[in-house]
């Protein structure tokens, strides 16, 4: 799996060698699973959109179809991850039968709808891991489906611009081109900075409280 997210570009490309027009299913495929299950979200995300986007200013594929498709399954799959919570209810996290469910995740993913509401929706898009727990949870909360599926509509289609657009914009200069795992590694670390700032709000409150 590391090597897969470190070298996405070289696996994208070969891909589409061989399969061609079906790499857009594939992607789509990813995309929805991430946002769709929260048993899958160590797959990527944020590197995978911007990798998409910079094989497409090679001309391998076509950004306005990545983008319209891609939008489709972060929208689709959130929605999916909605209802999944809606119909399991409260019941089922706290008998705790969602073993491949991490407890620590729901909790960090309870926080952010504490501090900032429905709006978590959108921020948590920014944000690996809580943005697959995030819909998961409204649906738990039995948050109404009108708003949740406003929140997720303005959270997806940005999420999936920002990192896809980037991509096309910048993948093609020499010094990211030449430097690609480097460069995906930098993606995953931006987004990996609102879990690390918890973590270090959590340590500091434990601190205070000792």
Known sequence: MIDFLLHFD????????????????????IVFVETGTVAAPFLPG?????????????????????FALLSLAAIA??????????WMGKGVLEKGKLRFVKKEHLEKTQKYFNAYGPKTIIIARFIPIVRTFAPFLAGVGKMGYPKFFAYNVFGGIPWVGLFLFTGYAFGELPLIKDNFTVVLLLVIAFSAIPLVWEFVKHRMNLQKKA
């Open 10 to 29: 070289k696996y994208l490309d070969s891909l589409v060698q061989a399969y061609g027009a079906f790499v857009y299913a594939i992607l789509f495929f």
């Open 46 to 66: 944020d590197s995978l959109l911007f990798a998409s986007g910079a094989l497409a200013a090679q001309g391998s594929l076509n950004v306005w179809w990545l």
């Open 77 to 86: 799959g959130d929605a999916l991850n909605y209802w999944i919570g809606y």
